[in-house]
């Protein structure tokens, strides 16, 4: 039980919602610290995840350089087969 003022008049309120005499107020303050420290976790991993995604993303930029690179590499290779191709058939044709 407890004494509330509303309206300039003080009265008295019994509820079977009240726990252990708490107030209502008391008991939304705790459900309110719960939230906001669930909050600051859920804000703890997020900044965790957000850094494991930077490390991925670097890395995926990393291997894509090496792809460009290794692509550029290839590239060239097939042109010079390519060519060397031609020239084995431009041989070939000239027997005939």
């Known amino acids: 039980?407890?004494?509330f003022q509303r309206n300039g008049?003080?009265?008295?309120?019994s509820s079977a919602n009240d726990l252990n005499g708490e107030?209502?107020?008391e008991r939304r303050g705790v459900s309110g610290m719960r939230g906001i420290r669930a909050a600051?976790?859920?804000g703890?991993?997020?900044?965790?995840?957000?850094?494991k995604l930077v490390k991925l993303d670097a890395k995926a930029k990393e291997i894509g350089n090496a792809t460009?690179?290794?692509g550029k590499d290839i590239g060239a290779?097939?042109?010079l087969l390519a060519e060397e191709?031609?020239?084995?058939?431009?041989?070939?044709?000239r027997h005939f």
Request: charged share 25%; net charge negative.
């Open 1 to 3: 039980m407890w004494i």
């Open 9 to 13: 008049r003080t009265g008295s309120h």
């Open 23 to 25: 107030r209502p107020t």
């Open 40 to 42: 600051v976790e859920a």
């Open 44 to 51: 703890d991993e997020w900044q965790a995840l957000e850094a």
């Open 68 to 70: 460009a690179e290794s």
């Open 77 to 79: 290779a097939a042109t």
């Open 85 to 93: 191709l031609r020239e084995g058939f431009k041989s070939i044709a």
